[in-house]
């Protein structure tokens, strides 16, 4: 369908865009790469009265790496976050997420700002951004401010941005040369939205894993930490049996819910199946 | 409120005010009469839409016009007029890699932005590539096969131009 009639206004500035955000209070929505804000539209789940393009802001653009951290802005497009040599080296989760997110030309426009901002549940990058423990940079009228990626996704389409403030950037924790990482999904066919999706890096010293960090997506209204399943493998080494262990504690990390064509105890199965897949990859990385 | 839109289509500078929910697709079909770029679904699930948004594929239905402010678009007229894409519609033709046509110019983006980064893609990755475009007529399988053939002879004419310079460069 055509889209519904709005008003469309371009910000340079976050002040600017909080601004035009506030005299149209509840009813103003920001534009990054807008394939979720479009198409939403199209299929009338939202008609705002105004869009905010904020594509524009300096501020949300560039890859840079810092002291201790790769900032990524919130305008990187999908197809950057696969190509881009510092993602790939300090963020490879993110790097290998992307290719399952959508299709090519949905990745040339989509942002990594939107997707986190939009925070779909079966989305792949709020996974990645969990299992990375990467920091959320948020703007807006009371100041700048980093909400660690494990207080921002809330509930569903939920995240701690409060109206009006503008997601400016991740940043993501320089890894140590030893640290693992492994991502996978099971989706229906290429593209699709997963039926369930894991991200996952450990730390190994002499064999031993020292420290895991892992999420999951598409099993309920949020990216999930799966801390039982990380305590299962910590100060274990990396082996059938802790795999195991770990696979069988999922059980209290995840609640999927129960649809009646894909119940919760299939969704947790399909979890455990892929636990074991992204364990292994990382066994069998050099 | 219109908005006014400077963009540059098919090599020619346009200036023009849109209204903002006005679609890239509704701008090129309706108000330059460029109706190679099709519309399907509108909502970025079939790929009829596709064109070259400073150089690499977008759907024409979820970009708003006001969103090429400044950029460079290329629709199917274009890469035709320019000769391009002339082979891959060549192999399309000979392997009937079209029927109803109606997903072919989307079809040519993806095969083309592919090819440019992967000369020679495997029928995996070009299927790959194809993952967000829907034929409801041929099966793919033809499409493959055009696309994969028209990688082969690019990258066959790209060895014998390499080939050629490197004879003159020994004879000199
Ligand atoms: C056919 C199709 C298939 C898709 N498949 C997948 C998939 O498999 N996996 C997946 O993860 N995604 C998928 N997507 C979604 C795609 O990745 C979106 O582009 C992305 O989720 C949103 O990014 P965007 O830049 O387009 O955001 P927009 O559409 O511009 O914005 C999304 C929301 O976030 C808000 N917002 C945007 N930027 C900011 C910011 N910087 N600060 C604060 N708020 C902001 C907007 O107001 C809006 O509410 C798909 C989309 C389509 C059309
Ligand atoms: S019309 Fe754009 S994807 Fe279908
Ligand atoms: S040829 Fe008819 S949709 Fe592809």
């Known amino acids: ?286 | 409120m219109k908005v006014l839109v400077n963009t540059k289509v098919n090599g020619t500078p346009v200036q023009e005010a849109v209204t903002p929910r006005s679609s890239l697709a509704d701008f090129l079909r309706d108000d330059l009469g460029l109706t190679g770029t099709h519309l399907g679904c509108e909502m970025g699930a079939c790929g009829a839409c596709l064109v070259l948004l400073d150089g690499a594929p977008v759907h024409a239905c979820l970009v708003l016009a006001v969103q090429a402010e400044g950029g460079t678009v290329e629709t199917v007229e274009g890469l035709t007029e320019t000769g391009a894409v002339a082979d891959l519609q060549e192999n399309f033709h000979d392997r009937n890699a079209l029927q109803c046509g109606y997903c072919t110019s989307g079809m040519l983006m993806s095969a083309q932005a592919l090819l440019a980064r992967n000369a020679a893609p495997s029928r995996d990755e070009i299927r790959d590539a194809l993952s967000g475009n829907y034929c409801r007529c041929t099966g793919y399988e033809a499409i493959v096969d055009a696309i994969a053939a028209t990688g082969r002879a690019r990258a066959a004419a790209t060895e014998s131009a390499q080939a050629a310079s490197a004879n003159t460069e020994a004879a000199e």
Not at chain 1, 30 to 51: D, E, K, N, W
Not at chain 1, 182 to 197: K, N, P, Q, S
Not at chain 1, 277 to 283: A, F, K, P, S, T
């Open chain 1, 1 to 286: 369908m055509k889209l519904p009639a709005f008003e469309y206004l371009r910000a340079r500035s976050p002040e600017e865009a909080w601004q035009l955000h506030s005299e149209v209070e509840g009813d103003a929505v920001y534009l990054s790469g807008g394939h979720s804000v479009v198409p939403s539209m199209a299929l009338r789940l939202q008609a705002p009265s105004r869009l905010i393009d904020i594509s524009g802001i300096a501020d949300l653009h560039g890859v840079v790496a810092q002291d201790n951290a790769l900032r990524i802005g919130a305008m990187t497009r999908h197809a950057e976050v696969m190509d881009n040599p510092l993602v790939a080296r300090h963020a490879p989760l993110l790097a290998l997420a992307a290719p399952h997110v959508a299709h090519p030309a949905i990745r040339n426009r989509g942002t990594l700002g939107g997707n986190l901002a939009l925070a779909d549940p079966a989305s792949e990058f709020p996974a990645a951004v969990l299992a990375l423990r990467a920091e959320i940079e948020i703007i807006g009228p009371e100041g700048s401010r980093h909400v660690p990626a494990d207080e921002f996704f809330l509930d569903l389409y939920e995240t701690a941005l409060a109206p009006g403030e503008i997601l400016t950037a991740v940043h993501v924790p320089l890894p140590p040369a030893s640290r693992v990482f492994a991502f996978d999904e099971i989706a229906r066919r290429r593209g699709d939205y997963a039926m369930v999706g894991a991200a996952a890096q450990a730390d190994l010293e002499k064999g031993m894993i020292v420290d895991a960090s892992i999420a999951f997506f598409s099993v309920g209204f949020t990216p999930v930490r799966a801390k039982a399943a990380q305590a299962a493998l910590i100060g274990a080494p990396l082996s059938r049996e802790s795999v195991a262990r770990a696979q069988a504690s999922l059980a209290e990390d995840l609640d999927p819910p129960d649809d009646p064509g894909f119940p919760a105890h299939r969704r947790l199965q399909l979890a455990r199946v892929l636990l074991g897949r992204v364990l292994n990859q990382m066994e069998t990385r050099p």
